[in-house]
Each structure stands twice: as structure tokens, then as C-alpha cells.
């Protein structure tokens, strides 16, 4: 059929890319399609799902580490600072791109001992951000967040079906919050996944960076409902489910 591309069949249910609503209206015409209690369905009695992108990898960051896209808006790019700070490669799947890391909003990092030692003399530690801005030689989309979000920049989960442990999402410059009892969609793209967790809270957390320690405030804490997110997933973008989010031109192979 002219204009739908077929990119999923199931036993009971074929996904189509349609590239504009005449396409579909010129299926029903013809008889390929028919229409049922509100749904579309095929010759062979399977329920027709239209779709208006394909299917497409989800992007990631390799290097001398690996982690998670925030975002993508056409040259740039963005994930939490300790991502950057490691990978330097923008993997789109069929294209790569390295990315040269031009802003970064990094926690202060110390020994615990000197944490503590500048707590009890009154001294504020904390950092809000651990965030990075890159530049590739190229163009791309991948929003996968709405007009509020978070960046997922820690846990202390083993697996992804893991639901006995937790996460920490900071806050991301311009960008609105979640509030606490939002159920989110955490994207982890360097796994291929999405995690549903609940932000149950907000304070102050204390991350161990491996180097040393940072205070992060605000931290907004996550239980996993359903999937948690684990190592590599830092940098993915956390949306309220209530409000989808746009994944939006991104092309590459699965």
C-alpha cells in the first residue's frame, strides 16, 4: 500500500507507518482497511494501529563509559556531567557522532570526611546540578520529555526488574520539576528501555561518585513500579506519565 509502511505484525495486531492521514483515508476506501467499534482493521481480521514515525534506536553515549540522552535538539546534546566527563560519543545507531562537551554544571565532589568537617562549621555543600552540554558536527532530534522533567542521576538498583531499591533525579536548568506523587517514565536509552517509577519525595541526597562524595539538593527520590532504572540509565530524561513524551524525528536502526 502507497504511502503505509508496514513495521509490525503481530497475531493480533499490525502496526503501520502512515506519512499522512490520506493515506488511511485511501485504505478504507479501498476496502483494505474497515473500521469496527471504533477500530481499523485488516483483511485478515487483525486490529490496524497507524503510527506517524518509526520505530528507531534509541540514542546512547559510549566511550571510556556508557550512559543515557537526556535530550538531543538539533547540535546538541545533553546528559548528567558524570557521563560526559567519561563518553564522548553520541551513538544514533546507524550514525555516530563525538561530541565535544562545551558546558557542564558539575556537583562539587569531596571526601566524606571533609563533607562533614564544612556541615558542622555551618558551610553549605550541597550542588543542584550535574548536567552537560555537548556540540556534534550534525543534526537531530530526541525529546523524550514534556515541559517538565527530570534527569535521572543516580540509584542504588542492581537489575531492571529490581522494584526493592531506589533512584535520584535532579532538577535541569530551565526546565519545571516533577512534584512529589507524580508517576514518570524514566528513558534509559543506553539499555533500550523505558522504567515507570513514582517520585515519592524530596531533600537532600548524599551520592557516591566513586571519587568522592556530593550533596545533591534538590533530589527527588523514585520508587520503581514497574522496571528501575540501573547503571547506565544516568542521563535519561524522567517525564510524568500523565503527559507524554515527544520522541520526536530521531532516525536509526534497532
Not at 571526601?111 to 550542588?127: A, H, K, N, Q, Y
Request: neutral net charge; contains cysteine.
Amino acid at each position: 500500500m502507497r504511502g503505509l509502511k508496514k513495521i509490525f505484525e503481530g497475531d493480533r495486531v499490525v502496526v503501520y507507518r502512515a506519512s499522512s492521514d490520506e493515506f488511511v483515508s485511501n485504505a478504507i476506501k479501498n476496502g483494505v482497511f474497515t473500521q469496527k467499534d471504533g477500530k481499523l482493521i485488516d483483511k485478515s481480521g487483525k486490529e490496524v494501529i497507524i503510527v506517524k514515525t518509526d520505530f528507531f534506536h534509541y540514542p546512547r553515549l559510549v566511550g571510556n563509559c556508557g550512559g543515557s540522552v537526556f535530550g538531543i535538539y538539533g547540535s546538541s546534546v545533553w546528559t548528567n556531567w558524570h557521563v560526559a566527563d567519561c563518553a564522548d560519543v553520541l551513538d544514533m545507531g546507524t550514525k555516530h557522532y563525538i561530541v565535544d562537551w562545551k558546558a557542564t554544571l558539575k556537583p562539587r565532589v569531596m571526601p566524606l570526611w571533609l563533607i562533614e568537617l564544612l556541615t558542622r562549621l555551618g558551610f553549605d555543600v550541597s550542588s543542584k546540578y550535574d548536567f552537560a552540554m555537548g556540540l556534534i558536527a550534525g543534526s537531530e532530534y530526541y525529546i523524550p520529555y514534556s515541559g517538565s522533567a527530570l534527569i535521572l542521576t543516580a540509584g542504588n538498583c542492581s537489575s531492571q526488574d529490581d522494584l526493592n531499591c531506589l533512584n535520584i533525579a535532579l532538577e535541569v536548568p530551565n526546565l519545571e520539576p516533577i512534584p512529589v506523587g507524580v508517576t514518570v517514565e524514566v528513558v534509559c536509552n543506553y539499555w533500550g528501555y523505558v522504567a515507570v517509577e513514582e517520585v515519592i519525595d524530596k531533600g537532600s541526597a548524599l551520592v557516591n561518585y566513586g571519587s568522592g562524595y556530593a550533596v545533591l539538593s534538590p533530589a527527588y527520590l523514585l520508587k520503581p513500579i514497574s522496571k528501575s532504572s540501573i547503571p547506565g540509565c544516568s542521563g535519561s530524561a524522567v517525564s510524568p506519565i500523565g503527559n507524554p513524551p515527544r520522541h520526536t524525528g530521531v532516525t536509526g536502526a534497532s
